[in-house]
């Protein structure tokens, strides 16, 4: 026999006992490719938010050279519940939100935020029938007392911690509201769609979710006005999990966060996702930033 004819049938016998070995192997399966899952605290309309990360999705696909999935989640807690455990691996949390799912999931930590998140603000906006005049000091939220008032999700920072933090630091407890409790609309879009339309006389808000609507276009300024605008605090960032070098290699993590760094309005697709985020560029961000928001998510119950 010739050398080639004996490795031709060699060959076709480490083929043939793959097949074989495939067949008595139910179980077998082909070597699965990792998914980069990231998702996002649903904090505004969800065909927005949908359109916003899958965007996001296909432009870090393009640069970081692997799978990447948006997974939308029903509300803030199922956030912090899939990201700790491990459904989810970045995700876009709120200054609360972030702390809860980093203090539940061991080596997850902040990686960056945008540049209007170390100044953040709040604003609380009234229905111009309720005749609220604009309030200059803190202490004039003393007359938000006995109004019809809703905050956004329970477990947001802009639409309800912080505010109730002001409120408290003003002498305004939420029992002092009408009918001895506030509402909560889920979301900045409905908490604004609920004080325009007179169901709330009141409410809290994201300041960059206002003025996007202000800007689009999707707001009557003849029904709802800003009566005050809380002072700046520490608020959105991406929250990573540990384990990203050792399933996407060495340096992965590092790597993402410069790719976010890194945007900018040179490109058409990141100006547009910028823009979207309502951001000039992204920044670093660290754990120690939220210190104060979790000492006060401690003070009012929502961490433990």
């Known amino acids: 026999m010739t050398k080639t004819y004996i490795k031709a049938i060699i060959g076709s016998l480490v083929v043939a006992s793959f097949f074989l070995i495939r067949g008595i192997n139910n179980n077998w399966k082909a ?37 990447i999935k948006y997974i939308p989640v029903t509300n803030y ?33 902040a990686l960056v935020q945008r540049d209007i998140d170390s100044r953040f603000h709040s604003v609380f906006i009234a229905n111009k029938k309720s005749n609220l005049p604009v309030i200059k000091d803190k202490s004039g939220l003393k007359l938000l007392k006995g109004k019809r008032f809703t905050f956004g999700s329970e477990s947001s920072t802009s639409g309800r911690l912080m505010p109730q933090h002001f409120l408290k630091e003003a002498g305004v407890l939420i029992t002092d509201f009408k009918g001895g409790m506030p509402g909560f609309s889920g979301s900045h879009d409905a908490t604004l769609a609920l004080v325009e339309s ?71 697709t990141q100006k547009k996702i910028l823009e979207m985020f309502g951001a000039e560029k992204f920044i670093p961000s660290y754990d120690y930033q939220y210190n104060d928001i979790e000492k006060i998510g401690r003070e009012i119950g929502k961490i433990r």
Not at 80 to 98: E, Y
């Open 77 to 109: 807690p199922a956030a912090v519940t899939a990201f700790k455990t491990k459904n989810l691996d970045l995700v876009w949390f709120g200054g609360l939100t972030g702390v809860q799912a980093r203090l539940q999931t061991p080596g997850a930590k």
């Open 198 to 268: 007179g169901s709330y006389e009141v409410g809290a808000l994201n300041e960059q979710v206002w003025l996007s609507n202000l800007t689009a276009g999707k707001v009557d300024l003849t029904k709802v006005k800003v009566i005050w605008r809380t002072p700046p605090y520490f608020d959105y960032h991406w929250v990573v999990q540990s384990n990203l070098d050792s399933r996407f290699g060495d340096g992965f993590t590092k790597k993402l966060k410069n790719t976010f760094i890194s945007f900018n309005k040179k490109s058409d």
């Open 31 to 67: 070597p699965s490719v990792e998914i980069l899952k990231i998702s996002a605290i649903p904090d505004q309309n969800p065909e927005r938010l949908n359109r916003m990360y899958k965007t996001l999705a296909s432009e870090l696909r393009k640069e970081l050279k692997v799978d």
